[in-house]
């Protein structure tokens, strides 16, 4: 049975995420994801490194959910989850970080 993709069941898994890894990489955070009940393919996720080659003081991931995104965020080991609307574009990040 799939887990039920709301905002209680994001924070779980990235809570469980920044206890194992407080500076996860993307394919931590789409696991994260994925662990709530978000198709792998569906979840789009920020940078984890800096376009000079540093590590990210924050990594962000967000899917789309019933007209809505759900961000989840890890910032050095603390999580944050919010509900922000979907883009005109259908998607939740502006560009593509899919």
Same mark, same amino acid.
Do not use: H, N, W
């Given at each position: 049975?799939?887990?039920? /993709?709301? $905002?209680?069941?994001? +924070?779980k898994?990235?809570?469980?995420?920044? %206890?194992?890894?407080? +500076? $996860?990489? /993307?394919?931590? !955070? /789409?696991? %994260?994801?994925?662990?709530?009940?978000?198709?792998?393919?569906? =979840?789009? =996720?920020?940078?984890? !490194? +800096?376009? +000079?080659?540093?590590?990210?003081?924050? !990594?962000?991931? %967000?899917?789309?959910?019933?007209?809505?995104?759900?961000?989840?965020? @890890?910032?050095?080991? %603390? @999580?944050? @989850?919010? @509900?922000?609307?979907?883009?005109d574009?259908?998607?939740?990040? =502006?560009?593509?970080?899919?």
């Amino acid at each position: 049975m799939a887990a039920e /993709r709301t $905002p209680e069941s994001l +924070t779980k898994a990235l809570e469980a995420l920044a %206890a194992e890894s407080p +500076t $996860p990489d /993307r394919a931590m !955070i /789409r696991k %994260a994801f994925t662990e709530a009940g978000f198709p792998g393919e569906s =979840v789009e =996720v920020s940078l984890d !490194i +800096t376009p +000079t080659g540093l590590a990210v003081d924050s !990594i962000r991931g %967000a899917a789309a959910e019933d007209g809505s995104c759900l961000f989840g965020e @890890v910032r050095q080991g %603390a @999580v944050s @989850v919010s @509900v922000l609307p979907v883009l005109d574009s259908g998607y939740c990040f =502006v560009g593509d970080q899919r």
